[in-house]
């Protein structure tokens, strides 16, 4: 079975350019998947959160240091040292390839402080002490060497690597999934029936019209930041997160278009005292605690389910979809009726450039 490997590529960037596209290739040219900072920035913790992932998937990690030791954190440590630390954590096979002349590497591609010549130097010799070494002076050269080291690798530290999905699953794997799949079924029509037999009924809760009133925290163009009344109905929400809602969206997306809902309604209330006053929508702040009882509210009323889609080991966000049942309750108020016998749309003699919003809409 044709099987293919991850290799994550560790170094500085700015400087090994040409080395690392070279690296690239050859990794290509042995069906291999090239991972690495080109990727992804390196300048956060959310960021240092999938990079560990990426090597975390990654079948081998490949080092390669020229003439600079890169950029640092805030502790002094170079990302690509911080890297190659974390990948020796978790025993993942390392293969490295170090400049077999430094003293040649040009002024522009080399580390122009003492102290960073020095931490360089000591990382060199950790790199050197730890593992046996391929040393490079040109990209050609370096790109020949990861070709045969990769294949010698790959013989001593087998991996299970990426097989095509066709060879993934066998006939036995296929016929179980169904099953799981049919006691997956069976279990949501156990609990839906306990729902409806508990105590809780739907339509003891909160929803359609129904008000609820929350304070939100903002500026606008005439009033420093302050907290003001703002009330809202359930439909009026569904409208604005329900189409992000549709084909999946992460919790980020949905609090960001509840931002706008609650953002549209301060507004809307609060031209009526002054119609030439407007919200600073970058000031809005809607508290955690309303944000966590739409949630529950939604779930509640059976309009919103996690989501189900299949996404990247490295994902760690939260994913939320519309249910059948949000879904047609958004269909049910958000849909354009006839009126009067003829459908009801956009007036073609509408000047260009001018328009209307419903507060009940939704506004980007």
């Known amino acids: 079975m044709d099987r293919r490997h991850q290799v994550f590529i560790s170094s500085t960037f700015s400087d090994l350019k040409q080395e690392r596209a070279e690296v690239v290739q050859a990794l290509l040219e042995l069906d291999c998947f090239p991972a690495g900072m080109e990727i992804f920035p390196a300048t956060s913790e959310g960021a240092w ?40 954590s978790i025993g993942k096979p390392i293969v490295a390839f170090l400049h077999g002349n430094p003293g040649a590497i040009s002024l522009e591609r080399s580390e122009q402080s003492e102290a960073g010549r020095e931490r360089l130097a000591a990382f060199r010799s950790r790199v050197e002490a730890a593992h046996h070494c391929k040393y490079w002076c040109t990209p050609d050269e370096l790109g020949g060497k990861v070709s045969r080291s990769i294949v010698a690798l790959r013989k001593t530290h087998p991996s299970d690597g990426w097989v095509p999905g066709a060879y993934a699953t066998d006939e036995n794997s296929r016929v179980e999934v169904a099953m799981l799949r049919a006691r997956v079924a069976e279990l949501e029509a156990q609990l839906n029936r306990k729902l409806e037999e508990s105590n809780m009924s739907v339509a003891d809760l909160s929803s359609g019209l ?43 997306e949905f609090v960001e278009k509840l931002h706008l809902c ?16 407007k919200v600073d929508l970058g000031s809005v702040i809607l ?77 980007t």
């Open 49 to 88: 959160d999938l990079i560990k992932g990426v090597i975390d998937d990654s079948d081998y990690y490949l080092l390669v240091v020229g003439g600079r030791y890169g950029s640092t954190e805030m502790s002094g440590l170079s990302y690509t040292e911080k890297e190659y630390d974390y990948a020796v």
């Open 210 to 252: 129904d008000e609820f009133e929350t304070d939100v925290y903002f500026k606008t163009s005439k009033q420093a930041k302050k907290w003001h009344r703002v009330n809202f109905c359930w439909d009026q929400i569904l409208k604005y997160v329900g189409p992000t809602l549709l084909p999946e969206c992460s919790d980020e």
């Open 287 to 363: 508290p955690h605690v309303i944000v966590d009882a739409i949630k529950v509210q939604f779930r509640a009323l059976g309009y919103m389910v996690p989501g189900t889609k299949r996404r990247a080991v490295s994902d760690r966000k939260t994913y939320w979809k519309l249910s059948t049942v949000g879904e047609a309750q958004l269909l049910k108020i958000q849909a354009i009726r006839k009126e009067g016998g003829r459908e009801k749309a956009v007036s073609s003699k509408r000047k260009k450039g001018s328009g209307s919003f419903s507060r009940g809409g939704n506004r």
């Open 262 to 277: 609650f953002a549209h309604a301060a507004e809307a209330r609060l031209q009526k005292e002054d119609k030439e006053d």
